[in-house]
């Protein structure tokens, strides 16, 4: 039996520490579908293609996982479990605030399908205090975010800042 796992979220943009925990979870599954989501309750800055877009190269780069693939979804979470038949869901937990808003997510996600287990992992130190929200922002301010996201992101990312500006 394959384990497959989901590592949903915005990744607006895709930040070092989204690859810590997709390297990760990769171990622990034979097939990791990374979704990035429409993300409809928020203001994105780049749009679902260019976040796919940027996953994809992200994801072409990370060397001995499983099968990482990268896939857009809409909607609730559990539906796309279903259609990647997913068992697990691969969370990053970066603080205790994090813990007790992803507590309640898990909760809501095992009430609309029990068969599915969240699996937190705890953010590597050195990105702990990485967010894509401080990564657009130090950008905008003209801060080097380059040690914090791939290289292809931080060209993609000057070059949106460079076109709002």
Excluded: W
């Excluded at 970066?94 to 007790?100: G, K, N, P």
């Excluded at 657009?136 to 500006?165: M, S």
């Amino acid at each position: 039996m394959r384990r497959i796992g989901i590592y949903p979220g915005t990744f607006d943009p895709v930040t070092r520490g989204h690859e810590d925990i997709i390297r990760r979870a990769g171990a622990l599954c034979d097939r990791l579908y990374v979704a990035v989501a429409q993300g409809h309750h928020k203001q994105s800055l780049f749009s679902l293609e260019d976040r796919l877009d940027l996953m994809r190269t992200v994801c072409a780069d990370l060397h001995g996982n499983g099968e990482v693939i990268p896939v857009a979804f809409d909607g609730l979470l559990v539906d796309a479990c279903r259609q990647y038949r997913a068992s697990l869901i691969i969370r990053g937990i970066r603080s205790v605030a994090d813990y007790e808003y992803e507590h309640q997510l898990s909760g809501m996600n095992r009430h609309l399908l029990p068969g599915v287990e969240t699996v937190f992992l705890i953010t590597t130190d050195r990105y702990s205090f990485v967010s894509s929200s401080l990564i657009r922002e130090t950008a905008r301010l003209g801060g080097d975010v380059g040690e914090l996201v791939h290289p292809y992101v931080k060209n993609f990312l000057t070059v949106k800042i460079c076109k709002d500006c």
